[in-house]
């Protein structure tokens, strides 16, 4: 399908979603979520799809939600329209493995939308930062949570009290970020990481992406055992009995997804 705000090409077993308002550094206006929510059913439904990139350009991931769309809205407007409630289950119903690229500025509902992938590779001129509250208002889209669920309650208030931006080196020392690459190696180390997902079995990708993010839910105790359940559930398919077969015959497993 064609877009016009992102860019979506599918190589081998991998979607690599670009976002793509270079004039506006990628701000997420209605168009592009509607767009992102589409390219996301399209990576979801596309069986041949076994791991999905978003990324943005060299110079913004994304700098926040349109402002200009914003402007002029009120909280009869926003509260009743439920603004930015659909775009989140987009994201909640892929069990695919979301990657998110990120290069120069991921700001307010840019860091949340990287925040909602399910690892951050950076380059090394990324730049996060929950600035909302230099607008009168503060983060959305899941900020508040996430970002203090990723590197702290101190560092999560400073960062939305104070709008400061957090730098490459900072989000990976924080765990906010998995790496940090030179910018021009970003696309390619982010696609390497995802075909290295799309050779695993599906099955056991899409329960490792369910049990970790159980983590952020509930209980330790509970978190515990539900992992441990689905780890006890994956000896119910050839995919293991094939890969430990093969670690024990010392040759690479042909994984089938069954
Ligand atoms: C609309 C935006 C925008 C945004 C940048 N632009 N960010 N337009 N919404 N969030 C536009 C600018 O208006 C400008 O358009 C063009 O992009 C280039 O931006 P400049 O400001 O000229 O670039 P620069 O000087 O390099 O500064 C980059 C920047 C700055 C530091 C990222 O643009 C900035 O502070 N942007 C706003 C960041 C922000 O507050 N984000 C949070 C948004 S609120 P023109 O037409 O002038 O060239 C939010 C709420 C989330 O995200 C709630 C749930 C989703």
Same mark, same amino acid.
């Given at each position: 399908?064609?877009?016009?705000?992102?860019?979506?090409?599918?190589?081998?077993?991998?979607?690599?979603?670009?976002?793509?308002?270079?004039?506006?550094?990628?701000?997420?206006?209605?168009?592009?979520?509607?767009?992102?929510?589409?390219?996301?059913?399209?990576?979801?439904?596309?069986?041949?799809?076994?791991?999905?990139?978003?990324?943005?350009?060299?110079?913004?991931?994304?700098?926040?939600?349109?402002?200009?769309?914003?402007?002029? &809205?009120?909280?009869?407007?926003?509260?009743?329209?439920?603004?930015?409630?659909?775009?989140?289950?987009?994201?909640?119903?892929?069990?695919?493995?979301?990657?998110?690229?990120?290069?120069?500025?991921?700001?307010?509902?840019?860091?949340?939308?990287?925040?909602?992938?399910? @690892?951050?590779?950076?380059?090394?001129?990324?730049?996060?930062?929950?600035?909302?509250?230099?607008?009168?208002?503060?983060?959305?889209?899941?900020?508040?949570?996430?970002?203090?669920?990723?590197?702290?309650?101190?560092?999560?208030?400073?960062?939305?009290?104070?709008?400061? @931006?957090?730098?490459?080196?900072?989000?990976?020392?924080?765990?906010?970020?998995?790496?940090?690459?030179?910018?021009?190696?970003?696309?390619?180390?982010?696609?390497?990481?995802?075909?290295?997902?799309?050779?695993?079995?599906?099955?056991?990708?899409?329960?490792?992406?369910?049990?970790?993010?159980?983590?952020?839910?509930?209980?330790?105790?509970?978190?515990?055992?539900?992992?441990?359940? &689905?780890?006890?559930?994956? @000896?119910?398919?050839?995919?293991?009995?094939?890969?430990?077969?093969?670690?024990?015959?010392?040759?690479?497993?042909?994984?089938?997804?069954?």
């Amino acid at each position: 399908m064609a877009f016009k705000t992102i860019i979506v090409e599918i190589e081998e077993h991998i979607a690599l979603i670009k976002l793509n308002r270079p004039d506006a550094l990628n701000a997420l206006n209605s168009e592009l979520l509607s767009e992102l929510g589409e390219a996301l059913k399209d990576a979801r439904t596309n069986d041949k799809v076994r791991c999905i990139v978003l990324t943005g350009s060299e110079k913004a991931f994304a700098a926040g939600a349109d402002i200009t769309e914003m402007q002029d &809205l009120s909280f009869v407007d926003v509260f009743g329209d439920d603004l930015f409630s659909d775009f989140p289950k987009e994201f909640e119903r892929v069990r695919k493995p979301i990657i998110a690229a990120v290069s120069g500025y991921a700001l307010g509902g840019g860091c949340e939308l990287a925040m909602m992938c399910d @690892f951050i590779i950076c380059s090394d001129t990324a730049k996060f930062g929950q600035p909302e509250i230099n607008l009168g208002v503060m983060a959305g889209l899941g900020g508040s949570q996430r970002l203090t669920r990723f590197v702290g309650k101190s560092k999560s208030m400073d960062m939305h009290l104070t709008g400061r @931006f957090m730098d490459a080196e900072e989000a990976e020392r924080s765990g906010l970020v998995s790496r940090v690459v030179p910018a021009k190696k970003l696309v390619s180390e982010a696609m390497a990481a995802a075909a290295k997902i799309a050779e695993k079995s599906q099955l056991a990708s899409m329960a490792v992406k369910e049990s970790v993010n159980r983590s952020y839910e509930g209980s330790l105790s509970d978190g515990l055992l539900f992992e441990r359940r &689905l780890f006890h559930s994956l @000896f119910a398919t050839e995919d293991q009995s094939e890969g430990m077969s093969a670690f024990a015959e010392k040759r690479e497993p042909q994984f089938r997804d069954k």
